[in-house]
């Protein structure tokens, strides 16, 4: 039996923010869309969030935003008709979560490196000391764009006063609003609807909340956050930065769970990546999307992969790239030079050098010989090779798809096979060897001249 203590929290809805214009990405996909380890950004927040277990998870989006609500469902979006601030945005979810007796975490879908255990702790807060409103705190290197945190002699916050309203004397204020603010949802429903937008951007700031909560006598207070957590993302130059800083969390994430990396700073990871123990990732991998690692697997220097499974003990690369719809059996090898795409190789097969396994699928322990190529493309259709159990492909053949090798066949180095090569058969599809006797030494002596015999 379990004697730690569990905390219990009240019910929680989370409303993430994510209807603002993002104009300085210069794109033409939302903000909150633009990947960071392969996943778009905003799903990170919802990650985030779905861990605390929360009844309600609802994002505020702008008309037009269908891509955004198809990357978070199935959970709700809501529409912010205008971009009128970030307070008119958490009112958007009031329709449909005002009789929600609980806690409400609103957070931002363009500040994704936030984590479980920071709202976690935003949640601990509010049990421990019973205020009605916990906000995030940082102090950033350089607070210029922040919203500035009041505190009170007791550490009570009173306000928080955006960047372009504040006073030189609280533009002095270290202490930053990180932007995550957990509510008790009556008060949060109650404040908004007292909020104006008399102020420097003439916007409906949900940081006037806390002032106003002040006047109700609810009590507001802080919790400081990491400031990579509350890093938000305006520009590339930010996604840059959050991508690098999830990388780091994404390695040693790998690493805590029993993988070896040996360069790691050199490892691209995916948000999804799965990666069992005891496996080896040398320098310079990239891995993509979709990627299922199994236990004692070794992926060498330079290899690329993206939605593959790789099974236990194999061995992949250096310099291997992995295509969508492979799945690599146990202790299969895949060596240099190598690429594979919706390929099935079972365990046991080696594919060590030099070839292209496209749209086929490999029996357990086959041989593909160095330079083998399916033929899998005949410029309008895929085709399927089928390659059985225990074949033996010599090196540099052609297999012309639609095309069967059977079990344990061979087929000779060099050949074009386009016909079903049966079980246990040696296929041999190549010009045959003639030799002609001297010719080589004749096709010598008429090109050379004789040399004439010195003359004393
Ligand atoms: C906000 C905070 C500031 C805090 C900072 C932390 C306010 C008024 N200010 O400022 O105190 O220090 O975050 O990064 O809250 N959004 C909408 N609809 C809107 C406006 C914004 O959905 O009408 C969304 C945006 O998509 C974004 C988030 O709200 O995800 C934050 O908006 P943004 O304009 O970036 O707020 P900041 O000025 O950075
Ligand atoms: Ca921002």
Not at 158 to 163: S, T, Y
Not at 174 to 194: I, S, Y
Not at 234 to 242: G, M, Q, S, V, Y
């Amino acid at each position: 039996m379990s004697n730690e203590i569990e905390t219990t929290f009240p019910p929680l809805a989370c409303v993430i923010l994510a209807a603002g214009r993002g104009t300085r990405m210069r794109s033409e996909i939302p903000k909150v869309l633009h990947p960071i380890a392969n996943s778009p950004m905003i799903t990170h927040v919802v990650s985030a969030c779905g861990a605390l277990n929360p009844a309600n998870v609802m994002v505020v989006v702008a008309p037009g935003m269908d891509a955004v609500e198809k990357a978070v469902a199935p959970h709700r979006c809501v529409k912010q008709s205008e971009p009128l601030g970030t307070g008119d945005a958490a009112k958007a979810a009031q329709e449909t979560l005002k009789d929600f007796d609980g806690d409400i975490i609103v957070l931002f879908g363009d500040a994704p490196l936030v984590t479980t255990e920071a709202l976690r702790r935003l949640q601990l807060k509010r049990s421990e000391t019973g205020a009605d409103i916990v906000v995030s705190g940082f102090t950033p290197e350089d607070p210029t764009p922040y919203g500035r945190l009041v505190l009170d002699s007791r550490e009570n916050l009173i306000a928080i006063v955006e960047a372009a309203d504040a006073t030189s004397q609280q533009r002095d204020i270290r202490l930053c609003n990180g932007g995550v603010m957990l509510f008790e949802a009556k008060t949060l429903w109650t404040l908004l609807g007292q909020i104006n937008p008399v102020n420097a951007k003439g916007e409906y700031y949900l940081t006037d909340c806390i002032a106003l909560a002040g006047e109700a006598r609810k009590t507001c207070v802080v919790v400081p956050f990491p400031p990579d957590q509350v890093l938000g993302i305006n520009t590339r130059c930010e996604l840059a930065k959050a991508e690098k800083l999830m990388q780091q969390r994404l390695r040693g994430n790998a690493m805590l769970n029993g993988a070896t990396l040996i360069d790691p700073e050199t490892v691209y990871l995916s948000a999804d990546t799965k990666i069992g123990r005891d496996v080896t990732i040398g320098p310079n991998v990239v891995i993509g999307r979709g990627v299922e690692i199994g236990d004692k697997v070794e992926i060498r220097a330079f290899c690329h992969l993206e939605q593959v499974r790789i099974d236990n003990g194999a061995m992949i690369g250096p310099f291997a790239r992995l295509r969508p719809g492979t799945v690599v059996g146990a202790h299969v090898h895949i060596g240099n030079f190598v690429e594979l795409k919706n390929a099935k190789v079972d365990s046991g097969a080696k594919i060590n050098h030099l070839s292209y396994i496209g749209d086929a699928t490999v029996g357990a322990r086959a041989n593909i010989g160095a330079g083998t190529i399916t033929c899998n493309y005949d410029g309008f259709r895929k085709h399927l090779t089928q390659i059985g159990s225990e074949a033996f492909i010599g090196s540099n053949t052609a297999l012309v798809a639609p095309v069967k090798v059977g079990d344990g066949a061979f087929v000779g180095a060099g050949s074009v096979i386009t016909l079903e090569v049966p079980s246990k058969a040696l296929a041999v599809a190549r010009g045959r060897q003639t030799n002609i006797k001297d010719w080589a030494r004749r096709f010598r002596e008429e090109k050379v001249p004789k040399k004439e015999p010195p003359t004393h």
